[in-house]
């Protein structure tokens, strides 16, 4: 199946810093990836979609200011989050569609946030 | 836009018995229901899917089934084994470049 490569897998960092996540289509070409995040013992929610060479949209109640996305090519997305507080401490996983217009959602390993 | 139910939230079984998840949705456009597994801090893994033309898929001890009319399909996990204890998400959408949208999760035990 087709693989996508998250990281960092762990990230710890102080109140107010940014954090860029990475999310790579390591094997095929992604015009578009989700982004989810999920709370400890909770459902993965929707953020944004990101799609190459134009702007993410963002699910309602998420700040566009905030969770910085950019697609700047087929197989690269980023999320930064940006002065970061600990309630945004969270489980934040990207994933996109196989190739070939597959239906199955491939994930990549996810990114465990924790700001003190 | 689409909002998926699902139930029940924690469910036990002893080893060897059937488990079974529910879930709906309301929007009749969806076509595309998926159900992922994931383990604690891992990524969520596709354990078997079903779109909209089709009313029952079956992979060896793993079954989905789907009623378009009543817009709720449910996952069926036979002989149930230790392993399959995890959380288990059911997820619909339209197929092409949309997004899965999630049921809150099932937190499946099974005692050895």
């Known amino acids: 199946g087709a693989v996508v490569s998250q990281h960092p897998s762990r990230v710890i960092c102080k109140s107010g810093t940014s954090v860029k996540i990475e999310c790579r289509s390591l094997?095929?070409?992604?015009?578009?990836m989700f982004w989810y995040r999920q709370f400890p013992k909770q459902s993965l929610m929707l953020m944004a979609t990101?799609?190459?060479?134009?702007?993410?949209?963002?699910e309602q109640g998420v700040e566009k200011d905030k969770f910085l996305i950019n697609h700047a090519s087929l197989t690269l997305s980023t999320l930064t989050v940006t002065s970061a507080h600990p309630e945004d401490s969270s489980f934040y996983i990207c994933?996109?569609?196989?190739?070939?217009?597959?239906?199955?959602?491939?994930f990549g390993s996810g990114t465990q946030l924790s700001v003190l | 836009g689409e909002n998926v139910e699902q139930h029940p939230s924690t469910l036990s079984v002893q080893e060897g018995d059937s488990a079974v998840i529910k879930c709906t949705y309301s929007?009749?456009?969806?076509?595309?229901f998926p159900w992922y597994k994931q383990e604690l801090g891992k990524r969520p893994q596709l354990i078997i899917d079903?779109?909209?033309?089709?009313g029952e898929k079956k992979d060896q001890r793993i079954a989905v089934t789907l009623n378009k009319t009543a817009k709720h399909f449910s996952l069926h996990i036979t002989e149930t084994q230790p392993e399959d204890s995890a959380v288990y998400f059911c997820?619909?959408?339209?197929?092409?470049?949309?997004?899965?949208?999630f049921g809150k999760g099932t937190r499946l035990s099974v005692i050895a």
């Open positions: 094997d095929f070409q992604a015009t578009t």
């Open positions: 079903i779109r909209s033309n089709v």
């Open positions: 929007d009749s456009a969806s076509n595309y």
């Open positions: 990101s799609n190459e060479g134009s702007k993410a949209t963002y």
């Open positions: 997820a619909a959408s339209l197929s092409g470049n949309t997004p899965l949208v």
């Open positions: 994933s996109a569609r196989g190739p070939l217009g597959q239906n199955e959602l491939f």
